[in-house]
Nanobody, 121 residues
Framework: QVQLVESGGGLVQAGGSLRLSCAAS????????MYWFRQAPGKEREFVAT???????TYSDSVKGRFTISRDNAKNTVYLEMIALKHEDTAVYYC???????????????WGKGTLVTVSS
């Protein structure tokens, strides 16, 4: 069992920045591939970024060049640095972990409860 707790969400103006954190607990937390997904009102949950234990990462096209995912294995924490935020980035951001390398939300093993990011235009 892995517990995930996100933090760092909030209200920011367009063009601003935020840093999200997700702390994972559980004996095997550090073994997992870590993910960020987001879900905007009325939309399906979508992949944002992922990072393996060794630092390989992938981003969705919509955030590439603006978001940076990183992880601290010693702290079992994954981060999402977001710059040049746009109104369309407004969503609940979820942390997830999986033994699989996938952009499919259904492939995740554990989820956090999410943190709300609101970008005012």
């Amino acid at each position: 069992q892995v517990q995930l707790v996100e933090s760092g969400g909030g209200l920011v103006q367009a063009g601003g920045s935020l840093r999200l954190s997700c702390a994972a607990s559980g004996r095997t937390a550090s073994r997992y591939v870590m993910y960020w997904f987001r879900q905007a009102p009325g939309k399906e949950r979508e992949f944002v970024a992922t990072i393996t234990r060794t630092g390989d990462n992938t981003y969705s096209d919509s955030v590439k060049g603006r978001f940076t995912i990183s992880r601290d294995n010693a702290k079992n924490t994954v981060y999402l640095e977001m710059i040049a935020l746009k109104h369309e980035d407004t969503a609940v951001y979820y942390c997830a972990v999986s033994n699989n390398w996938s952009q499919d939300p259904n492939a995740m093993d554990f989820w956090g409860k999410g943190t709300l990011v609101t970008v005012s235009s």
